[in-house]
T-cell receptor, first 116, second 115 residues
Framework: DADVTQTPRNRITKTGKRIMLECSQT?????MYWYRQDPGLGLRLIYY???????NKGEISDGYSVSRQAQAKFSLSLESAIPNQTALYFC???????????????FGAGSRLTVL | AQTVTQSQPEMSVQEAETVTLSCTYD???????LFWYKQPPSRQMILVIR??????QNATENRFSVNFQKAAKSFSLKISDSQLGDTAMYFC????????????FGQGTELSVKP
């Protein structure tokens, strides 16, 4: 099984629909992130969480919300999807505890969302 | 503002040749990490190489090496003996040490390795 699992891998939805993207990890990392990838723009940070009670907005949080249900689970919601939210979404995790793996993000396989 | 710029949207190289991908960044911080990530058609983000800013020695991972010029804020990636499997999008990114592990990405360079 993958260390960071995203569901669904692909989703097509309609404008105005609510959609949730889910992320779970088995790495035991405390930090989790949601990024959005658009062609020519790279990856941009939507939200990040240091632990269950610490959630922060990233660069492009408008139109999105998140929930950290447990240390291992971090979900991203689009309350009312619009076409310009069509993108590839990545969940990532990292470990703040130090050591050689600290500050190295591990990514999920991505969730392709299309809003019609 | 902290930014990363990759000025080459697309590049191509012949198999077995060497190619260098450019990256510049802008930050006023002194403690940070720099990364190159690879994204093949499978769309998985794969760490290629990492450089700590306090280290003067350039990082190397097998056929991949970097040229880190801190004063110039430049972090280029050299791929030697290019292989067909190196075909991918490559992203340069940096992370400020005391800012929660947030990666800031460049726009990406699409590399095609031709047989």
């Amino acid at each position: 099984d993958a260390d960071v699992t995203q569901t669904p891998r692909n989703r097509i939805t309609k404008t105005g629909k609510r959609i949730m993207l889910e992320c779970s990890q088995t790495k035991g990392h405390d930090r989790m992130y949601w990024y959005r990838q658009d062609p020519g723009l790279g990856l941009r940070l939507i939200y990040y969480s240091f632990d269950v009670k610490d959630i922060n907005k990233g660069e492009i949080s408008d139109g999105y919300s998140v929930s950290r249900q447990a240390q291992a689970k971090f979900s991203l919601s689009l309350e009312s999807a619009i076409p310009n939210q069509t993108a590839l979404y990545f969940c990532a995790t990292s470990d703040s505890s130090g050591g050689p793996g600290a500050n190295v993000l591990t990514f999920g396989a991505g969730s392709r969302l299309t809003v019609l | 503002a902290q930014t990363v710029t990759q000025s080459q949207p697309e590049m191509s190289v012949q198999e077995a040749e060497t190619v260098t991908l450019s990256c510049t960044y802008d930050t006023s911080e002194s403690n940070y990490y720099l990364f190159w990530y690879k994204q093949p058609p499978s769309r998985q983000m794969i760490l290629v190489i990492r450089q700590e800013a306090y280290k003067q020695q350039n990082a190397t991972e097998n056929r991949f090496s970097v040229n880190f010029q801190k004063a110039a804020k430049s972090f280029s990636l050299k791929i030697s003996d290019s292989q067909l499997g190196d075909t991918a999008m490559y992203f340069c990114a940096f992370l400020i040490y005391n800012q929660g592990g947030k990666l800031i990405f460049g726009q990406g360079t699409e590399l095609s390795v031709k047989p």
